[in-house]
């Protein structure tokens, strides 16, 4: 899965006016590119709840939902906040399972967002 982290991007876009006598182009900002997010959790008996918002996707009813990430401190306060605007999930990557293995099972949910914003609490 492609990206991870609540990084945002402003592309550049080369540019040289048409009456310029410049050979030089000038970078002036052009698109702005978020990234996916992505969210990780212990498997949680019962709780499907990635899976139905991810399932309405694939029924073409997108539900975008604005979601907020936590940063919490040491007596599980938050002390910062990201919120998440309009995000909808890309994909969702179930457990993977090993006989070998005693592990936590961790289900992956994949994030496309439109905006964010950061508060500190």
């Given at each position: 899965m492609p990206g991870c982290g609540l990084n945002a991007r402003t592309e550049p876009i080369k540019y040289r006016e048409g009456s310029s006598q410049s050979a030089q182009t000038i970078n002036v900002p052009g698109l702005k590119v978020n990234s996916a997010v992505i969210l990780k959790r212990g498997l949680m008996p019962n709780d499907n709840a990635f899976l139905q918002w991810y399932n309405t996707v694939r029924a073409g009813t997108v539900e975008k939902r604005d979601v907020v990430?936590?940063?919490?401190?040491?007596?599980?306060?938050?002390?910062?906040?990201?919120?998440?605007?309009?995000?909808?999930?890309?994909?969702?990557?179930?457990?993977?399972?090993?006989?070998?293995?005693?592990?936590?099972?961790?289900?992956?949910?994949?994030?496309?967002?439109?905006?964010?914003?950061?508060?500190?609490?």
């Amino acid at each position: 899965m492609p990206g991870c982290g609540l990084n945002a991007r402003t592309e550049p876009i080369k540019y040289r006016e048409g009456s310029s006598q410049s050979a030089q182009t000038i970078n002036v900002p052009g698109l702005k590119v978020n990234s996916a997010v992505i969210l990780k959790r212990g498997l949680m008996p019962n709780d499907n709840a990635f899976l139905q918002w991810y399932n309405t996707v694939r029924a073409g009813t997108v539900e975008k939902r604005d979601v907020v990430v936590s940063l919490l401190n040491d007596e599980n306060e938050p002390v910062m906040l990201w919120k998440l605007h309009e995000a909808w999930p890309v994909a969702i990557e179930a457990p993977t399972f090993s006989a070998m293995a005693s592990e936590v099972a961790i289900e992956t949910l994949e994030l496309a967002r439109g905006g964010i914003s950061v508060e500190t609490v």
